[in-house]
């Protein structure tokens, strides 16, 4: 019995074990985007943690002096650009769910485009800052933020990127006008990775509201 | 429809079409010298870490308290960077990610034959297992040596081995391996291994990720020593915060070291926690999981969970040292009780990230050797789930004396101490599935019930630390250093001791040699109490940890336990004499199933073809029925003649 | 095998089991009880000292016999149960051999009630004992009587301490790399690198660091409270013997932590006046160079911290003086 196993080499799958895992990988790929996002909220609850923390110890009178504030124009422009990812995400997803692979693409390379621009306006925001990094408890947590929200973008910006990337390459399966083709395996994993990328998206965008209140209204 | 119900026939390889092809052979997998490989990784590291350095100094070299301390964290901060990245772009980690921008498919990785696998991003999880069971023993004998080193400098109560600098350096390597080695000493090499064996499942559900957390994981072990040409960190491994804002840029390797292996928790906690809830086989309900599953899963959660804090605070300390932020800086707004929350909100998780794969091996080795089923699974399967929800409400007590708010110390009293009662049920399931057993005592179950004997004394010493009055006299000494010997290496690594005895006739096809296997267990066992015991003892009477001189009166019990960790240190040896005498010098063929065991993991072929299954199994109980009459057999392993008992799972395969 | 053979047996084991346990647990606690308990740490120095190592001696006596229970239950197994063949054994264990509700149920509970009773009783020994001689922070819960108004008046110049007047006497502890010193504010303030305490005394320790996180361990007092920068930290205890102790640190704190130690001394309420009284005299030159007394001290630029911006700035946005200044009430 164990020669038979050594002599095969590779699948000999059936189509219903094929089947079977594809299941398994598109409810990998949905589980797998749900607790990406979980771990993501730990991440963000350990800065806002940091936030509260400083800023209710308010050591030496240093939480916020003078109320500083990093500057709220840059602030609002990169919270827009976030939440109208989110949106094109959304909506992109929404009109592949139709059928309509171009306005997807349309909508998610504009995406790619504004998370883009929020990534260098992030960046740009960090050499006009009017306070030094340690100067306050408020300066340092705003730091933090500005690298988390970096590493947000460019992890949301490629994740766009990707996918519409790989919607190029695969036209045939997204047609849409054939069952059987939009039914295929790669067409299955991909809307599944799609729906993962709009929730990683509407995920910013509410995390990007949050510490857009925490560090620029409040 | 089920699987099981009627099984098609087999279709030809060539009819069926996998589901993802491209044809494309990656780089990882090219023949000869021209692909990548360990040797690639390591030079592309080096030449990062040389580039990263000379970045560093670029951008920050001006700053005149850069000039005048001659000191420049940034620079080692950049240099650790690129030196990860570069080792990740030799190993290969990055060519998908990268190819994925072009919207490329993922390559269809052809196999590599031979050992040179062993050196190469490999998918298949059964290798990863083999390189993470190298990878942890060579954390291992390096933490070991550094427990040497500190053991010889307290045969004497004053300094006369090491200056107190070297002395202090030694110990915060020696902490921070150890605890990087811990958190995966299980779920890495036997984890990744055997979950997807046991749930039944061909691979596991992201096989990039899991290579990444290897590969990442041996980048970790570079990082942390590469502090020791800048002096080291002078933190031990809980870094506290003013001093390490203070101390050189050494510290950046502890800080960017722990956040490297908190890349590699992640990754591995994310990859089996989702490949637990989907790639299970037909049939292998929630309630058939085998209880090494639960605990890994148990574990999975808690490292994909808890361990971005550590990385935030990791984030937050390289900012304070790099870009003079004042995270942990009190003087300037910040708060040294910062890290301490934030650092023991993701610590004490870790401790249990440490002892709960410890009992699933256990748990799963008992049934084998006493041939009876496991008494309580339910009760086992929710202790551990239990334990780590448990875990993230706990932390304020490693805080008892720290100044922070007193009137949160009854809460955190009472939980800590609730904490006992789930792990106390692996103590039920154990003696429970003892009671009126047929006993074996192979190897494996020797140190499985070693576990029982030693974290039954590191529970009840936790229970005394957990105690807020008996606290203030055992906290910060080797009251509590014994403790946490008692339970992560008499409870982790006995099981880990257990679990390679029993599984390494299922990974490598060879039986370990019994004979050096006892004296293997007996010089460890014997000689770890003998070590570790006296501690607390020496912890009662008034030393605290992390010093290089004590009480004069203490010398006798210090040399006493000094000399049992040589002879500890020489047990290690004996185990690495049976692994190079059993595996290379004289292998002895294992058989199939050396151990009679029902597990799924046991059922497949040997050696483990790639693919694990020829058939999809199809679970039909769970693999504890041992000398149950008239039970239905594990799984219907669709190969041979049909199952003797007709029943079906009746579950659907989604 | 019958079921009701099979009961029988069961009853058989788990009585002798239980009979070993008992006598064993019983011995072991008796021996304990009368050798040991009088000798645990940290000693009888204190009141506080007596307290935790009262409840030090709880916690053992309920450890041994779970100690003991496990180790029996264990030795029994391996030296009954233990296969004297290879091969496939008989089926054993009978019926109820994957779970036993009695065993579970009873399991859970006697766990549970052990747990709550620990909790609570280590809470009413924190609550009675003020702490317990634990670090409480600057806003302590649990304080003795006087101890508020003993403090309050230690931030003012006329504050004083006389023997026999049961009051609290206020003792700064201040860490640093890599020793401790002692500031006494009803004496004046005067700075010391001894500490020396009157007997039957309620004592306050305030602990503060100038650099990085120590631990003021004063063993015998059974006292430990982390030394944090910037913050206060308060202890108490009560003196009931004369007598030596040790002060170390027990948090890592740089290259030196491990010699970072001193000694104490617990003398009569008179020696200790003549001694404070003498020693404020004798440094008062030097105390008037020290910084007045605060809670808490941040240091200069010559501190752990100093130096600390590029441009050299100490403390750019300091609304409060960045010597001696009191830390803000919160």
């Known amino acids: 019995m164990t020669d038979m196993y050594n002599k ?3 699948y000999h799958e059936t189509p219903e074990e094929i089947e079977y895992e594809l299941r398994a990988k598109v409810g990998s790929v949905w589980s797998g985007g749900r607790l990406f996002i979980g771990m993501y909220t730990f991440l963000l609850a350990s800065l806002a943690f940091a936030y509260f923390y400083l800023r209710t110890a308010n050591n ?5 002096p003078h109320n500083v504030t990093a500057p709220t124009a840059f602030g609002w422009s990169i919270f827009a650009l976030e939440a109208l990812t989110a949106v094109l995400a959304i909506y992109g997803q929404w009109r592949l769910r139709k059928g309509v692979v171009l306005d997807w693409q349309v909508a998610v390379w504009t995406g790619v485009l504004t998370s883009l621009v929020a990534l260098f306006l992030q960046i740009w925001e960090t050499t006009t800052l009017p306070f030094f990094p340690g100067s306050s408890g408020y300066a340092s947590t705003f730091i933090g933020w500005i690298v988390i929200n970096i590493a947000s973008l460019v992890v949301g910006a490629y994740w766009l990127e990707t996918t519409v990337a790989r919607s190029m390459r695969m036209r045939k399966e997204l047609g849409g006008d054939s069952p059987e083709l939009s039914s295929a395996a790669t067409a299955r994993l991909f809307r599944a990775n799609v729906a993962s990328m709009t929730y990683f998206w509407g995920f910013t965008a509410l995390s990007g509201a949050l510490f857009l209140a925490l560090f620029y209204i409040l | 429809m089920t699987i099981s119900a009627e099984r098609p026939t087999e279709v030809a390889a060539s009819s069926v079409t996998p589901p993802v092809q491209s044809g494309r052979v990656g780089w990882t997998q090219r023949p000869g010298w021209m692909s990548q490989h360990l040797g690639t990784a390591i030079v592309l590291g080096i030449v990062g870490y040389l580039f990263g350095h000379w970045l560093g100094h670029e951008i920050t070299g001006d700053y005149a308290y850069i000039q005048n301390s001659g000191q420049n964290s940034s620079a080692n901060f950049f240099a650790l960077l690129f030196g990860v990245v570069g080792w990740l772009l030799g190993i290969g980690a990055l060519n998908y990610p990268v190819a994925k921008l072009f919207g490329r498919e993922p390559n269809q990785e052809p196999t590599v034959e031979g050992w040179s696998k062993y050196f190469r991003y490999t998918l298949d999880h059964k290798v990863v297992g083999l390189q993470y069971v190298v990878g942890v023993l060579l954390f291992m004998f390096t933490g070991g040596l550094l427990a040497m080193a500190i053991r010889a400098e307290l045969l004497n109560p004053t300094t006369h081995l090491f200056g107190p600098g070297t002395y202090i350096e030694i110990v915060s390597e020696h902490g921070t391996i ?15 291994y055997f979950v997807p064996l046991m749930i039944g499942s061909r691979k596991m559900a992201f096989p990039r990720i899991e290579a990444f957390s290897f590969w990442i ?23 506290y915060a003013p001093l390490q804002t203070q101390a050189g840029p050494g510290m950046i390797s502890y800080l960017f070291g722990f956040a490297v292996i908190g890349m590699g928790m992640m990754a591995a906690g994310f990859n089996i926690a989702v490949t637990i809830i989907n790639n299970r086989a037909p049939g292998m309900t929630w309630s058939r999981v085998p209880i090494f599953v639960w605990s890994i899963l148990a574990t999975a959660a808690l490292l994909t969970l808890a361990t971005p804090t550590l990385f935030a605070a990791g984030l937050f300390g390289i900012l304070d040292k790099t870009a003079q932020t004042a995270f942990y800086v009190s003087e300037h707004g910040g708060s040294s009780y910062l890290w301490e929350n934030l650092f023991w909100f993701f610590g004490h998780p870790e401790v249990y990230i440490m002892a709960l794969p410890g009992f699933g091996i256990v748990a799963e080795i008992l049934p084998v050797f006493t041939r009876k089923p496991l008494f309580a699974y339910k009760v086992a399967a929710s202790g551990m789930i239990g334990v780590a929800l448990l875990s993230f409400f706990v932390w304020q007590h490693h805080l008892f004396q720290s100044g922070i708010n007193p009137d949160m110390r009854p809460l955190f009293m009472l939980t800590t101490e609730l904490i006992s009662i789930p792990t106390g049920f692996i103590f039920l399931v154990g003696m429970g599935t003892l009671y009126r057993a047929k006993i074996r005592f192979e190897i494996p179950m020797l140190f499985a019930m070693a576990l029982f004997f ?29 403790h946490f010997h008692y339970t992560i290496m008499g409870g982790l690594l006995f099981a880990f001791m257990a679990g390679l005895y029993y599984w390494l006739p299922k990974m490598t096809g060879r039986m370990m040699n019994k004979k050096l296997g006892l004296w293997h267990f007996w010089t460890m066992f014997i000689f770890f109490n003998l070590t570790f015991f006296p501690m607390f003892i020496i912890g009662l009477l008034g030393q605290p940890r992390r010093v290089f001189t004590y009480a004069k009166n203490l010398q006798g019990l210090n040399d006493f336990s000094s000399i049992s960790a040589f002879l500890l240190g020489l047990s290690f040896l004996l185990f690495f004499a049976n692994l190079m005498y059993s595996m290379y010098i004289k292998p002895v063929k294992a058989p199939a199933n050396p151990w009679d065991s029902l597990g799924l993991e046991w059922q497949t072929a040997s050696p483990i073809p790639e693919y694990n299954f020829e058939r999809i199994p199809v679970v039909m109980t769970d693999p504890y029925h041992y000398s149950e009459v008239g039970a239905p057999p594990v799984a219907d392993m669709g190969t041979g003649a049909p199952p003797v008992v007709s029943t079906t799972s009746g579950s659907s395969p989604a | 095998m019958s079921t009701e053979n099979s009961m029988k047996k069961e009853t058989h084991h788990l009585r002798r089991m239980a009979t070993i346990w008992v006598i064993l647990s019983v011995a072991a606690d008796l021996l304990f009880m009368f050798w040991v308990a009088p000798h645990v740490p940290p000693g009888t120095m204190t009141d506080t000292a007596r307290a935790n190592q009262f409840d030090f001696n709880v916690l053992f006596l309920m450890a041994f016999p779970v100690l003991i229970g496990v180790w029996v239950y264990m030795g029994y197994a391996i030296v009954n149960w233990s296969a004297k063949r290879a091969g496939v054994p008989e089926p054993v264990g009978g019926p109820a051999a994957r779970g036993n509700l009695k065993a579970q149920v009873s399991w859970i509970v006697v766990t549970s009630i052990v747990v709550l009773f620990l909790a609570g009783f280590g809470t009413v020994a924190l609550i009675n004992g003020n702490g317990s001689g634990g670090g409480e922070g600057p806003n302590p ?3 003795p009587a006087g101890s508020a108004k003993a403090e309050t008046a230690a931030l003012t110049s006329s504050a004083s301490w006389t023997p026999g007047s049961n009051q609290v006497l206020v003792v700064q502890v201040i860490g640093q790399q890599w020793k401790f010193t002692y500031r006494y504010p009803q004496f004046g303030g005067f700075e010391s690198p001894q500490l020396i305490l009157p007997n039957n005394t309620e004592i306050a320790f305030n602990v503060t660091s100038l650099d990085v996180i120590h631990s003021f361990w004063a063993y015998q007092l059974s ?5 944090n920068p910037q913050q206060n930290n308060v202890a108490y205890t009560k003196t009931a013997q004369l007598g030596n102790f040790t002060v170390r640190c027990s948090e890592l704190c740089g290259i030196w932590h491990g010699s970072m130690y001193n000694y104490g001394k617990v003398v009569s309420q008179s020696n200790f006046q003549n001694w404070a009284t003498t020693t404020e005299a004798a440094n008062a030159a030097n105390t008037k160079n020290l910084p007045p007394f605060a809670w808490t001290y941040v ?6 911290a100093g130096g600390y911006y590029i441009d050299g700035n100490v403390t750019p946005y300091s609304q409060v003086e960045t010597y001696g200044a009191k830390q803000p009430a919160s």
């Not at chain 2, 605890?179 to 984890?191: D, E, H, N, Q, Y």
């Not at chain 3, 240091?299 to 752990?304: Q, R, S």
């Open chain 3, 223 to 227: 006292v430990k409270a982390d030394a």
């Open chain 3, 299 to 304: 240091p200069d630029a010559n501190g752990a």
């Open chain 2, 178 to 192: 150890m605890m990087m080695m811990a958190t995966s000493i299980i779920v890495g090499p036997l984890g990744n």
């Open chain 1, 60 to 64: 030496g009178l240093l939480w916020r």
């Open chain 2, 454 to 482: 030693n974290f039954l004394i590191g529970g009840v010493t936790g229970v005394f630390l957990s105690d807020v009055p008996v606290n203030v006299t055992v906290h910060g000494g080797f009251f509590v250093l014994s």
């Open chain 2, 217 to 239: 994981f041996v980048a970790g072990y570079a990082v942390i020593f590469s502090a020791l040409p800048y002096g080291g960190f002078p933190t031990g491994w809980t870094g």
């Open chain 3, 141 to 143: 819960v649990w304080m």
């Open chain 1, 8 to 10: 095969s080499k590779g």
